[in-house]
T-cell receptor
Framework: KQEVTQIPAALSVPEGENLVLNCSFT??????LQWFRQDPGKGLTSLLL?????REQTSGRLNASLDKSSGRSTLYIAASQPGDSATYLC???????????FGTGTRLTIIP | NAGVTQTPKFQVLKTGQSMTLQCAQD?????MYWYRQDPGMGLRLIYY???????DKGEVPNGYNVSRLNKREFSLRLESAAPSQTSVYFC?????????????FGPGTRLTVT
């Protein structure tokens, strides 16, 4: 079964630290992977989209990497700020199922 | 640009009642989607529309119907609401169904069925 897993479900980090969020997928045959942010009671905001031919994407303090062979993606957040507190979701489009398959997210809390 | 808008933001229904969730996008996107989000289960696709005039079932279509009214608008209808349909519903759009394109999400509708 094609699944997406995000561990841990929750993470607390002191302000200013660099951190890594993890995403695992069960099949290396993917078209792309997308990272989203969701604030409490809000919709999803797209952060980064990595095509299957790419190894990483960067936007400001965020860097997402993709390793298809190991079925893993990481979202690196540099110099964390309280405003980074949110739930981060990763989603994958698998070959043969051209719709987003979502993980259940990591709830990140940045401690001032 | 407003992006993707959804109405209503909140709704409480009694079992057996019907309602329509509205979604509109102003990005001239061809493809639109309806998801539901439940605790511990992530987002699951209910229906999608690759382009104006077409709709297709997603992972969890039972109990729902959709209408792609025009290129901008995509509505989701619950004909006879059940407590199992208590969830947060998100509409999304993308430039095309092609997997190269990002999806953009609305703010969600929080539905409770009692």
């Amino acid at each position: 079964k094609q699944e997406v897993t995000q561990i841990p479900a929750a993470l607390s980090v002191p302000e200013g630290e660099n951190l890594v969020l993890n995403c695992s997928f069960t099949d290396s045959a993917i078209y792309n992977l997308q990272w989203f942010r969701q604030d409490p009671g809000k919709g999803l905001t797209s952060l980064l989209l990595i095509q299957s031919s790419q190894r990483e994407q960067t936007s400001g303090r965020l860097n997402a990497s993709l390793d298809k062979s190991s079925g893993r993606s990481t979202l690196y957040i540099a110099a964390s700020q309280p405003g980074d507190s949110a739930t981060y979701l990763c989603a994958v489009i698998y070959f043969g199922n051209e719709k987003l398959t979502f993980g259940t997210g990591t709830r990140l809390t940045i401690i001032p | 640009n407003a992006g993707v808008t959804q109405t209503p933001k909140f709704q409480v229904l009694k079992t057996g009642q019907s309602m329509t969730l509205q979604c509109a996008q102003d990005m001239n996107h061809n493809s639109m989607y309806w998801y539901r989000q439940d605790p511990g289960m992530g987002l699951r696709l209910i229906y999608y529309s690759a382009s104006e005039g077409t709709t297709d079932k997603g992972e969890v279509p039972n109990g729902y119907n959709v209408s792609r009214l025009n290129k901008r608008e995509f509505s989701l209808r619950l004909e006879s609401a059940a407590p199992s349909q208590t969830s947060v519903y998100f509409c999304a759009s993308s430039e095309a169904l092609d997997r190269a394109y990002e999806q953009y999400f609305g703010p969600g509708t929080r539905l409770t069925v009692t």
